[in-house]
């Protein structure tokens, strides 16, 4: 049996990746997309595992590149405020220029 919980801490190359603000990581040193290759997936939420993090976990797995953004509070409530989330939630998952919400993403 996978013991999924040892995959459950974000892996950090320096001390600086929990800093205020949305945080942007590539998925453990994932290949970059090529140009007409698949869409880049892109997944939103804040900086702890909840929701997401089997989304997380799935695509690290896998092998499949992606842009982990960690939001703060207060980046949440001005997207909300804007109108810019879909349902005004998070977690969101943007696979190209699609914007996948209310899953666990």
């Known amino acids: 049996m996978l013991r999924l919980a040892r995959f459950a801490r ?3 190359a320096g001390a600086g ?3 205020a603000g949305v945080t942007t990581v590539s998925a453990l040193a994932a290949p970059t997309q090529a140009e007409g290759s698949e869409p880049m997936i892109t997944i939103n939420y804040f900086n702890i595992q909840g929701p997401a993090e089997p989304s997380r976990l799935a695509l690290v797995l896998g092998g499949i ?3 982990d953004k960690r939001h703060t509070r207060a ?3 001005q997207k909300k405020d804007a109108g810019s ?3 005004g939630q998070l977690p969101t998952m943007d696979v190209g ?3 996948i919400a209310q899953s666990v993403c």
Do not use: G, R, V
């Open 97 to 99: 220029p699609k914007t």
């Open 65 to 67: 590149p992606f842009e």
């Open 85 to 87: 989330l879909p349902y």
């Open 17 to 19: 990746f929990f800093a």
């Open 10 to 12: 974000p892996i950090a």
């Open 75 to 77: 980046d949440f409530q």
